[in-house]
């Protein structure tokens, strides 16, 4: 979603290692059963040492949920292409950057405060966070403003469970995440393309609805460093930009937060930006998406995009009576 750029301009990525859907599955009943054997949060290891590599992370199970909506029966998206073509602009801007070059990210030790308008404010460390509540499978489509999209099987659990865990105060209307921004460890922050940290918000209604997910893991093993390790969020029903990656802060508050997109280009990007085939961007039609990985490669049929991308049986009525034209 560079600026000057826009639209799909996008390289196919080899979609040579498809992992079949069968195979997924068995492999994901053999983590349930580790689950129920207590083998799980073997994640904390894999943090530790700082491993990137595909299939060479902890295995972080979890258990089929039973959320409304959380589990798509479409084609997952391949763990390669999962892992291989991403935004994380703390990286850099090419599809590529982040796999190629987040391997400086350390996602441990790691903590996430959390403060504003809370009666329990406190800071988690991510032994605590991976802790909180039981892990859950959730099988999402991912889309992004750029018009592309992807089914992946995250895992984590409803950002509601830590929500309710720091109690919000009847005056806390959003809530704000403020992702990680360290040169060291970041050399995209070197470009100017947003002012850093990253951030991100969501009102609190949104926040507590049990489709918003706080990640830590895909395809049954912790986050990649280059998909947001160690804890991101995800809310399927928005542009993908609005789920940030490593997070260490989260701030409950009255106003409206800034986010970093909607204060680089406030036309572009709003502070809801729910999927909305209805809604165009201002350079290009939001009616239509390629999904990653599909035969054809840029040439691919593209597929319609649904209204708050096929979860709006779930989360349509919290926009109930909004012009969403006017609060895109
Ligand atoms: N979070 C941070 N901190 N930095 C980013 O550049 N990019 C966003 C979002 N979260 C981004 C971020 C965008 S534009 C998208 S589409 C998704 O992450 C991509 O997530 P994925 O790479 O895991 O598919």
């Not at 599955?25 to 053999?30: P, T």
Request: with cysteine; aromatic share 12%; proline share 7%.
């Amino acid at each position: 979603m560079l600026i000057r750029t826009g639209g799909d301009g996008f390289q196919h990525p080899l979609s040579s290692d498809i992992t079949p859907r069968e195979a997924y599955f068995s492999r994901r009943l053999w983590l349930t059963a580790l689950a129920a054997s207590g083998v799980a949060w073997a994640g904390r290891e894999a943090f530790a040492q700082g491993s990137a590599r595909p299939n060479r992370l902890a295995a972080l199970p979890g258990q089929r949920s039973a959320v409304d909506g959380a589990t798509s029966a479409e084609k997952l998206t391949s763990y390669q292409d999962v892992t291989q073509y991403n935004n994380f602009y703390e990286f850099g801007t090419s599809k590529s950057d982040p796999a190629a070059r987040a391997d400086s990210l350390k996602p441990g030790p790691w903590t996430v405060q959390v403060e504003g308008l809370v009666n329990k404010p406190g800071t988690f460390d991510l032994d605590a966070l991976l802790k909180l509540a039981p892990m859950e499978e959730r099988i999402y489509r991912l889309r992004c403003v750029e018009g592309w999209s992807m089914v992946i099987p995250w895992v984590g659990y409803s950002l509601s469970a830590l929500i309710k865990r720091v109690e919000p105060q009847g005056s806390a209307k959003y809530v704000e995440f403020v992702t990680l921004a360290d040169p060291k460890q970041m050399p995209g922050l070197r470009s100017r393309v947003l002012d850093w940290p990253y951030t991100e918000g969501l009102r609190l209604d949104e926040a507590l609805h049990p489709l918003s997910l706080l990640a830590f893991g895909l395809y049954g093993e912790v986050l990649p460093n280059q998909n947001g390790a160690p804890v991101r969020l995800v809310v399927p029903w928005k542009y993908g930009f609005k789920s940030a990656k490593s997070i260490v802060k989260i701030r409950f508050t009255e106003r409206q937060p800034k986010t970093a997109w909607n204060e680089a280009a406030p036309q572009e990007y709003g502070f809801y930006s729910n999927v909305n085939p209805q809604v165009a961007h201002p350079r290009w039609s939001q009616a239509s998406e390629r999904r990653i990985g599909e035969e054809g490669g840029l040439f691919a049929k593209r597929r319609p995009t649904l209204m708050f991308n096929g979860y709006e049986k779930q989360v349509g009525q919290l926009y109930a009576g909004m012009d969403l034209s006017k609060f895109y």
